[in-house]
């Protein structure tokens, strides 16, 4: 599985962006998640989507402001982020696992390249 993340870029708080993760590869069975690292921290878990399924996992800091979501025609996975706020701001990485949803990252074996989020106040 090759993941290609896309879509970072600056926004202002309470703005939206959108990321998207181009999937390639072997996607049955898979689950796709978003971390994102700030600087200074570790890296953390924001969502997680089964490839089949309608059962999103998200961390509680993001609940109510992003959607994960997938579209299977385009091989294409999105992080919708709205009423941004500064601490979201941080290198979003995509990634992809089978079986599971986990929210460890140890725990996905691809990656994608991270893309940097910037939200000023």
């Known amino acids: 599985v090759q993941l290609q993340a896309s879509g970072g870029g600056l926004a202002q708080a309470g703005d939206s962006l959108r990321l998207s993760c181009a999937v390639s590869g072997r996607t049955i069975g898979i689950v796709m998640a978003w971390f994102r690292q700030a600087p200074g921290k570790d890296r953390e878990f924001v969502a997680a989507l089964p490839w089949r399924g309608d059962a999103p996992l998200y961390t509680d800091s993001v609940k109510g402001r992003f959607t994960i979501s997938r579209d299977s025609a385009r091989n294409t996975v999105y992080l919708q982020m709205d009423s941004l706020k500064s601490d979201d701001t941080a290198v979003y990485y995509c990634?992809?696992?089978?079986?599971?949803?986990?929210?460890?990252?140890?725990?996905?074996?691809?990656w994608g390249q991270g893309t940097l989020v910037t939200v000023s106040s």
């Open positions: 990634a992809a696992r089978q079986g599971g949803a986990y929210t460890y990252s140890a725990h996905y074996r691809y």
